[in-house]
């Protein structure tokens, strides 16, 4: 899967089929998955999605659900989780296993747009928490001043903490 991240106000290309002035005013951001046959179009947690070209569309057939409906939200979700018994716990929709490796590619695209100023395709090494195509003399401009974007990359994806209160 090839994940692409378009975010200030950057818009991906429209795709062929597609009317114009629709990407961009989807509220609070969307979704496009291309497949062979198609593309599909979504909101934010896959809200009003809908199939390109029309004649794919038309041709379609939605599939029956099978995966839990989470009634309020997925954050409420985890909450009952965390307070139900070990012994019959309900595993929440958003547990670690799956939010994890979410929240990562949501990171990987904020640091992409921190560090635009680099005008590459930044290549990610999920294993070791690093890029491995920001060299040692790569700089950005942050607060009108040049940094090293290495170490602007590393300090972001490894923020140091300041110690913790004591009582």
């Given at each position: 899967?090839?994940?692409?991240?378009?975010?200030?106000?950057?818009?991906?290309?429209?795709?062929?089929?597609?009317?114009?002035?629709?990407?961009?005013?989807?509220?609070g951001g969307g979704c496009m998955f291309k497949g062979s046959k198609g593309t599909l179009l979504c909101g934010v947690y896959g809200k009003n999605p809908y199939?390109?070209?029309?004649?794919?569309?038309?041709?379609?057939?939605?599939?029956?659900?099978?995966?839990?409906?989470?009634?309020?939200?997925?954050?409420?979700?985890?909450?009952?989780?965390?307070?139900?018994?070990?012994?019959?716990?309900?595993?929440?929709?958003?547990?670690?296993?799956?939010?994890?490796?979410?929240?990562?590619?949501?990171?990987?695209?904020?640091?992409?747009?921190r560090l635009q100023g680099l005008n590459k395709e930044l290549e990610w090494d999920g294993k070791n928490m690093k890029f491995t195509n920001i060299s040692d003399?790569?700089?950005?401009?942050?607060?009108?001043?040049?940094?090293?974007?290495?170490?602007?990359?590393?300090?972001?994806?490894?923020?140091?903490?300041?110690?913790?209160?004591?009582?």
């Amino acid at each position: 899967v090839e994940v692409t991240w378009w975010d200030g106000g950057l818009l991906p290309p429209r795709p062929k089929g597609h009317p114009d002035g629709v990407i961009g005013k989807i509220r609070g951001g969307g979704c496009m998955f291309k497949g062979s046959k198609g593309t599909l179009l979504c909101g934010v947690y896959g809200k009003n999605p809908y199939l390109i070209p029309d004649s794919f569309a038309s041709s379609y057939k939605k599939p029956e659900p099978y995966l839990k409906r989470i009634e309020l939200s997925h954050m409420m979700d985890w909450v009952r989780a965390c307070k139900e018994s070990p012994d019959n716990r309900e595993e929440a929709s958003a547990n670690f296993e799956y939010s994890g490796p979410l929240n990562e590619m949501v990171v990987m695209g904020v640091l992409a747009v921190r560090l635009q100023g680099l005008n590459k395709e930044l290549e990610w090494d999920g294993k070791n928490m690093k890029f491995t195509n920001i060299s040692d003399n790569d700089t950005i401009i942050q607060d009108k001043d040049p940094v090293n974007a290495k170490a602007f990359a590393e300090e972001l994806i490894k923020h140091k903490y300041r110690e913790g209160w004591t009582m």
